[in-house]
């Protein structure tokens, strides 16, 4: 089984700054992408950024030059550096790891629980 904790969450004004990380723990041989989404009060889950095996990244372009994905494969530790914080990227942060291959040979998605981001005006 694949678990994946975030941590890093809270409360800051607009203009700061916070970074989250999200550690994969398990059986794992190999994760595919990893990535950050989030969900606002009243609104549909949203990709924020993602990044695969090998470093490509990808991001929503609302948080394009603001917010930095990155990736240390050897940990299976994913973070997000956000900077210029708005009170609009107040939401629920969720983790996210594609096509894990585990020890069984399968390979599967999995989410975190999420962790609370506030940014007030």
């Known amino acids: 089984q694949v678990q994946l904790v975030e941590s890093g969450g809270g409360l800051v004004e607009a203009g700061g700054s916070l970074r989250l990380s999200c550690a994969a723990s398990g059986r794992i041989f190999r994760i595919n992408a990893m990535g950050w989404y989030r969900q606002a009060p009243g609104k549909q889950r949203e990709l924020v950024a993602t990044i695969t095996s090998g470093s490509m990244t990808n991001y929503a372009d609302s948080v394009k030059g603001r917010f930095t994905i990155s990736r240390d494969n050897t940990k299976n530790t994913v973070y997000l550096q956000m900077n210029s914080l708005k009170p609009e990227d107040t939401a629920v942060y969720y983790c996210?790891?594609?096509?894990?291959?585990?020890?069984?040979?399968?390979?599967?998605?999995?989410w975190g629980k999420g962790t609370l981001i506030t940014v007030s005006s």
């Open positions: 996210n790891a594609e096509k894990v291959l585990t020890s069984d040979l399968r390979a599967m998605d999995y």
